[in-house]
């Protein structure tokens, strides 16, 4: 198996463990707790992650990009990161309160007041992991994580069903963090030390970085300043967890294949025929799944918030709904953006993103002034769709060799197929009475099963054109053949006369 598929499984593994734990710890928590429990942690969450954006310097995408990064570049980007995790501590502290009364709420400047020291904690963690992911040491990438994540999964839900409150999972973030700095110095040798000796080489790619952060954040975070401003904290974490369950299906499911795709492209990015067709390559597989997964979830969204949260949920199932369908436009968006980043088009990233920014701003400011949470999911919809026909010609502008009919192409199959899928459950589905957990596996079965006779036919009819599916082909035929040879060289270790 090549490095990259091999890096592509292992990172599409660490993505699954993430959203399995996350599915499990979000059904454990919603059933303990009530929605204004996570309204309160997402509207603190809001303020932490825009802290974070704004003193954000990209001193890791600086790193990766950097092919001769030396010890010194790491040592001056965790000094960065360790300035930086200060001042963002600094500022929390003294806006907690501005926090608070702007969200109606004030236990959420409380709950500020210890988040805040998770930005100290996350920043002395070990630089040196960094390396993992540079040199497309997946297996090691993916052991942190997973270390990371699994702790901190098991001590939040054994807070919530202690404490029964929203202050498990505040307690179960800081602890996570203290084991991650844990987990970063031992498995990883290098010991980082304050220095700034290369600031300005790190700063030169971090300075427009962080511009595209900050715009990426307002792109992302914003829809929920309004909602946090204009709903109650009850409808605030129903919106909030449909953002999170919507997103499991298509962008979070497909980011590994992301963390693959941007080491990968660098190294070819001077070839610009390989690196075009490896472009089309993520794109076409990001279609193959984002498109399917995303309608699939519209289709089950009553059965999935019903069976998996309960009934106290059911507010937010057309929040589910409408942000299922922007999981699709984000799906297809996240390859483009990592293809500008590594031709070094960092500019043009913050400009496409503030322009983003601006326009859904403008509009949820002026022209649906009084819009409540699902009118402000509609407006992200249009206002994505919108992003993504700009993220598009910037993609043809900058690689000359790269055609229009091209990138349609990877659309088409899994548009049709995704279509018929959704029609046939549509109409199956209203005619049959269940419970809401056999209703789910119906609808999945029926979904998956005819998705796949359709796109299997339609590639066939289409003459087996090079793409997502022979991709996907090709890595099974890959991995059944390393297990048959794995088994047989196993066989025969034991058939072996022992001495």
């Given at each position: 198996?090549?490095?990259?598929?091999?890096?592509?499984?292992?990172?599409?593994?660490?993505?699954?463990?993430?959203?399995?734990?996350?599915?499990?710890?979000?059904?454990?928590?919603?059933?303990?707790?009530?929605?204004?429990?996570?309204?309160?942690?997402?509207?603190?969450?809001?303020?932490?992650?825009?802290?974070?954006?704004?003193?954000?310097?990209?001193?890791?995408?600086?790193?990766?990009?950097?092919?001769?990064?030396?010890?010194?570049?790491?040592?001056?980007?965790?000094?960065?990161?360790?300035?930086?995790?200060?001042?963002?501590?600094?500022?929390?502290?003294?806006?907690?309160?501005?926090?608070?009364?702007?969200?109606?709420?004030?236990?959420?400047?409380?709950?500020?007041?210890?988040?805040?020291?998770?930005?100290?904690?996350?920043?002395?963690?070990?630089?040196?992991?960094?390396?993992?992911?540079?040199?497309?040491?997946?297996?090691?990438?993916?052991?942190?994580?997973?270390?990371?994540?699994?702790?901190?999964?098991?001590?939040?839900?054994?807070?919530?069903?202690?404490?029964?409150?929203?202050?498990?999972?505040?307690?179960?973030?800081?602890?996570?963090?203290?084991?991650?700095?844990?987990?970063?110095?031992?498995?990883?040798?290098?010991?980082?030390?304050?220095?700034?000796?290369?600031?300005?080489?790190?700063?030169?790619?971090?300075?427009?970085?962080?511009?595209?952060?900050?715009?990426?954040?307002?792109?992302?975070?914003?829809?929920?300043?309004f909602v946090g401003g204009r709903e109650s904290t009850s409808v605030m974490g129903a919106y909030s967890l449909a953002d999170d369950i919507a997103a499991m299906p298509t962008t979070e499911l497909l980011m590994p294949m992301n963390r693959v795709l941007f080491p990968a492209l660098v190294k070819v990015s001077h070839e610009r025929t390989e690196f075009k067709r490896l472009y089309l390559l993520a794109q076409s597989i990001h279609a193959l799944i984002g498109i399917p997964a995303g309608i699939g979830l519209v289709l089950v969204a009553p059965e999935v918030v019903t069976w998996l949260l309960g009934e106290k949920w059911l507010i937010a199932i057309p929040f589910v709904q409408v942000l299922a369908l922007l999981g699709i436009v984000n799906a297809i968006v996240s390859s483009q953006l990592y293809v500008l980043l590594t031709l070094g088009n960092v500019r043009l990233l913050a400009l496409l993103s503030t322009s983003q920014v601006v326009l859904f701003g403008g509009l949820a400011v002026f022209l649906i002034p009084g819009a409540g949470a699902l009118e402000i999911s509609w407006l992200r919809l249009l206002v994505s769709l919108a992003g993504s026909a700009l993220y598009a010609l910037a993609i043809l502008r900058h690689l000359d060799n790269l055609r229009l009919s091209e990138v349609l192409n990877a659309f088409v199959r899994p548009i049709v197929a995704g279509a018929i899928m959704a029609v046939c459950v549509w109409q199956f589905g209203a005619m049959i009475a269940a419970s809401s957990f056999l209703m789910l596996l119906f609808k999945v079965a029926l979904g998956v099963v005819i998705y796949l006779l359709v796109i299997a036919a339609l590639w066939l009819v289409s003459g087996r054109p090079a793409g997502a599916e022979t991709y996907v082909m090709g890595t099974i035929r890959a991995l059944l053949s390393t297990r048959i040879s794995s088994g047989k060289g196993d066989a025969d270790k034991r058939a072996e006369p022992k001495p």
């Open positions: 198996m090549t490095s990259a598929s091999r890096g592509a499984f292992l990172t599409i593994a660490m993505r699954w463990v993430d959203r399995l734990l996350g599915v499990i710890s979000t059904i454990v928590l919603a059933r303990l707790l009530v929605p204004a429990d996570l309204g309160i942690v997402a509207a603190a969450a809001i303020v932490i992650a825009l802290v974070d954006v704004f003193l954000d310097l990209g001193v890791v995408v600086a790193l990766v990009r950097n092919p001769n990064a030396q010890p010194s570049d790491f040592s001056t980007a965790w000094t960065i990161r360790v300035v930086q995790g200060c001042l963002a501590t600094v500022v929390v502290l003294l806006t907690a309160e501005w926090a608070a009364a702007y969200f109606h709420e004030p236990r959420v400047a409380a709950v500020l007041r210890v988040l805040a020291f998770t930005f100290v904690i996350g920043a002395v963690e070990n630089i040196g992991v960094v390396s993992f992911q540079k040199e497309m040491r997946f297996d090691k990438d993916f052991q942190f994580f997973f270390y990371k994540r699994a702790f901190g999964f098991v001590v939040t839900l054994l807070l919530a069903v202690e404490m029964r409150s929203y202050w498990a999972l505040v307690v179960g973030t800081v602890v996570s963090k203290l084991f991650g700095v844990v987990v970063s110095y031992r498995m990883h040798d290098f010991r980082p030390k304050f220095t700034v000796e290369k600031f300005k080489d790190v700063f030169g790619i971090s300075q427009w970085v962080l511009a595209w952060n900050v715009a990426l954040y307002l792109e992302k975070k914003l829809h929920q300043f």
